[in-house]
């Protein structure tokens, strides 16, 4: 009996010492900081034991251990530091550049911008993710459309008209050139003007030469017969006046001849003679 009891005594030493040693919690750490995927899937944390911490994702390590321990049901401290992944700037393409107004770290957009007469083809906005930067971009020369031909005339152009290249307009004889002789591929792959037009050079026949000749011929003489017409009347409307003035003249005379008559002092002289008839 007395042995029997004794075996409690002899276990207390044992249930003290694994009293002493208390397993840890799951770590809780901050979101620059996680447990590494073979830590994360361990389900106890004994005194003593690690638990593995690395840099989430979008940031990289800068400096310290990546390890934390259990010691007496406590973690301790985590001084593994991160910071913000950087994707620097991505390498241009030619005729390229890059607006970045957030800078170059995880999560920033940035723009590609092409030069003057070149078109992007890629993406329009580019993002830093863990891989690096999202999405590609290309700036390539601007083309424009062959333009038509024009009908009666000739054109010189290159075979695929870019960003600058001149395409020049002729027109075949006895046509002549209506608008710009030569139109310029733009930077948005608009020309500078629409194609010129030919148009006919409208030559004098002889047909209408003898018509228009034969209208002159009869202005010409419908012009004089005006103007016999006009002197007719006016030796006419001369004749005329001549006789009105000699009518005039004539009858204006005669009567000044009967006034006179009556001042001819005839009468004067009768009465004269009468008064010297009655002295005597």
């Known amino acids: 009996m007395t042995s029997v009891k004794a075996w409690p005594l002899l276990l207390l030493p044992f249930s003290l010492v694994s009293m002493g040693k208390a397993e840890c919690p799951f770590p809780v750490l901050n979101g620059k900081i996680v447990l590494s995927?073979?830590?994360?899937?361990?389900?106890?944390?004994p005194d003593n034991s690690e638990a593995f911490v690395e840099c989430a994702k979008g940031f990289e390590r800068d400096e310290g251990?990546?390890?934390?321990?259990?010691?007496?049901?406590v973690w301790s401290p985590v001084k593994l530091t991160c910071k913000k992944m950087d994707c620097r700037q991505p390498e241009l393409s030619p005729h390229m550049t890059y607006f970045i107004p957030d800078g170059t770290f995880f999560g920033a957009y940035i723009q590609p911008i092409c030069e003057t007469g070149y078109d992007l083809e890629g993406s329009s906005h580019r993002q830093c993710l863990v891989s690096g930067w999202s999405g590609s971009a290309e700036c390539i020369l601007t083309v424009c459309e062959y333009p038509d031909p024009i009908e009666h005339g000739k054109r010189v152009?290159?075979?695929?008209?870019?960003?600058?290249?001149?395409?020049t307009y002729s027109c075949d004889d006895n046509y002549i050139l209506v608008g710009n002789s030569s139109i310029t591929c733009g930077e948005y792959?608009?020309?500078?003007?629409?194609?010129?037009?030919?148009i006919v050079i409208i030559t004098p026949t002889k047909a209408s030469t003898t018509t228009n000749k034969a209208t002159t011929d009869m202005t010409t003489a419908s012009t004089r017969s005006h103007r016999g017409l006009v002197k007719k009347l006016t030796i006419g409307l001369s004749a005329l006046l001549s006789i009105a003035i000699a009518?005039?003249?004539?009858?204006?005379?005669?009567?000044l001849k009967r006034k006179g008559s009556y001042n001819t002092g005839e009468e004067l002289r009768a009465k004269e003679e009468l008064l010297l008839n009655q002295s005597v």
């Open 157 to 167: 152009a290159p075979s695929e008209p870019v960003f600058n290249d001149v395409i």
């Open 65 to 73: 251990p990546t390890s934390i321990t259990c010691v007496n049901g």
């Open 247 to 255: 009518l005039f003249c004539f009858f204006g005379c005669r009567n």
């Open 189 to 198: 792959g608009v020309y500078s003007s629409p194609p010129p037009e030919c």
């Open 37 to 45: 995927s073979e830590s994360i899937l361990k389900n106890s944390f």
